[in-house]
T-cell receptor, first 113, second 114 residues
């Protein structure tokens, strides 16, 4: 089955710096790659996603890049703010298994003011 | 519109008991997926229901089961509870399945087995 590895497991940055979280996946059939943000004690929330026919997608301070050949995708957060502090999960899924996705183990991002 | 509603929010059960958790998806969403979240194991897929049928199943023992009703509400059941079943159980609602629109998660049910 699909395996998703996420790095780093913890990341600490100064406010205003950039943060990058990377994920690799094993199944070349995967074609949908979302990122979720989970604040302490809250539910995971979808913050950005990318499909396999696109190499990059941006939404204000966050962006996701996808390299299908290397089977990895990354989340980029620029001008980080303390409210960006949370656990971030990447995931991978594919059409033939709609409704099921494999998540990375999460990255705890701490933004220090 | 209303979000994904999970009940109850918290449960404390004794080893050997069984438990039923409930999830009401966003109106119009037909896919409901269940995940177990633990600090050491992250988010583990349990199963997914679509139009009252189990469409996908993860690698959990048969003690974990679920069902979906005609109004798309879903329940999951865990029988013969073990201490290791203590976790946050998250329900995720989507229109057709995760690959199309992503998930909207509920707030979860925190199950503690003592």
């Amino acid at each position: 089955g699909e395996n998703v590895e996420q790095h780093p497991s913890t990341l600490s940055v100064q406010e205003g710096d950039s943060a990058v979280i990377k994920c690799t996946y094993s199944d070349s059939a995967s074609n949908y790659f979302p990122w979720y943000k989970q604040e302490l004690g809250k539910r995971p929330q979808l913050i950005i996603d990318i499909r396999s026919n696109v190499g990059e997608k941006k939404d204000q301070r966050i962006a996701v890049t996808l390299n299908k050949t290397a089977k990895h995708f990354s989340l980029h957060i620029t001008e980080t703010q303390p409210e960006d502090s949370a656990v971030y999960f990447c995931a991978a899924s594919w059409n033939t298994n709609a409704g099921k996705s494999t998540f990375g183990d999460g990255t705890t991002l701490t933004v220090k003011p | 519109k209303a979000g994904v509603t999970q009940t109850p929010r918290y449960l404390i059960k004794t080893r050997g008991q069984q438990v039923t958790l409930s999830c009401s998806p966003i109106s119009g969403h037909r896919s409901v997926s269940w995940y177990q979240q633990t600090p050491g194991q992250g988010l583990q897929f349990l199963f997914e229901y679509f139009s009252e049928t189990q469409r996908n199943k993860g690698n959990f023992p048969g003690r974990f089961s679920g069902r979906q009703f005609s109004n798309s509400r879903s329940e999951m059941n865990v029988s013969t509870l073990e201490l290791g079943d203590s976790a946050l159980y998250l329900c995720a609602s989507s229109l057709e399945g995760h690959t199309n629109y992503g998930y909207t998660f509920g707030s979860g049910t925190r199950l503690t087995v003592v």
